[in-house]
């Protein structure tokens, strides 16, 4: 595709319903990063992927988050039992790097809504 | 956590201007970059510099990197309308096995007025 595409745009849930944000990055891109962005603030880092080696989770807030990429392409971010907190906008990037340091693509993000 | 930190917070020029904007990070690098975002969605990229370059430009944008006081400045001349926006500087650190983790500041909103 053109570019990296997150699926929904936009999603309201209820407290405690279990939600699925997806992101299709570039093809061919190795490394697929998720963050979070609340109103007004900075990014903040949730989990990164890069080929086959296992994932950077280091910055998921809690045991309710998680994240899967099949194929080395796709990913799904998963949030159980969602609480008002984690409403947000949820942006996924995509980077060609077999080492450290190239510029990422980012899609448009998902703003989750929690209600 | 975050490695990057911009100041100022916020920033607000006439047309014309030109804007600086500072980001000071915590550990070790292999490169930095700078984003833009606007309107709260997408960001996207204005320019990589490594961590053995001192100097890049850009078009309008002249970016410095100084390690040994971990810093970096974002320069935009004559600013424009158009440039209104939010800047983020983003570090890959050169530590463990994070290698090419990209770790974002809180940014700098910037205000140009026509």
């Known amino acids: 595709g053109a570019g990296v595409s997150q699926s929904p745009s936009n999603k309201v849930t209820e407290k405690g319903k279990d939600v699925e944000l997806r992101c299709d990055p570039i093809?061919?891109?190795?490394?697929l990063y998720w963050y979070r962005q609340s109103l007004g603030q900075g990014l903040e880092f949730l989990i990164y992927?890069?080929?086959?080696?296992?994932?950077?989770k280091s910055g998921l807030p809690s045991d309710r988050f998680s994240a899967e990429r099949t194929g080395g392409s796709v990913s799904t971010l998963t949030i159980q039992r969602t609480q008002q907190e984690d409403s947000a906008v949820y942006l996924c990037?995509?980077?060609?790097?077999?080492?450290?340091?190239?510029?990422?693509?980012f899609g448009q993000g998902t703003r989750l809504t929690v209600v | 956590s975050q490695q990057g930190e911009e100041d100022p917070q916020a920033l607000s020029i006439q047309e014309g201007e030109n804007a600086t904007m500072n980001c000071s990070y915590k550990t070790s690098i292999n490169n930095l970059q700078w984003y833009r975002q606007n309107s709260g969605r997408g960001l996207v990229h204005l320019i990589l510099?490594?961590?053995?370059?001192r100097e890049k430009h850009s078009g309008r944008l002249r970016v410095t990197l100084d390690t040994s006081k971990k810093s970096s400045s974002l320069l935009i001349t004559a600013s424009r309308a158009a440039d209104t926006a939010s800047y983020f500087c983003?570090?890959?650190?050169?530590?463990?096995?994070?290698?090419?983790?990209?770790?974002f500041g809180k940014g700098t909103k910037l205000s140009v007025k026509p």
């Open positions: 510099i490594r961590s053995n370059e």
């Open positions: 093809s061919g891109h190795t490394a």
């Open positions: 983003a570090t890959v650190p050169n530590y463990g096995g994070s290698q090419g983790n990209l770790i």
């Open positions: 990037a995509s980077s060609f790097t077999k080492s450290a340091g190239t510029e990422a693509f």
């Open positions: 992927f890069q080929g086959n080696s296992a994932p950077d």
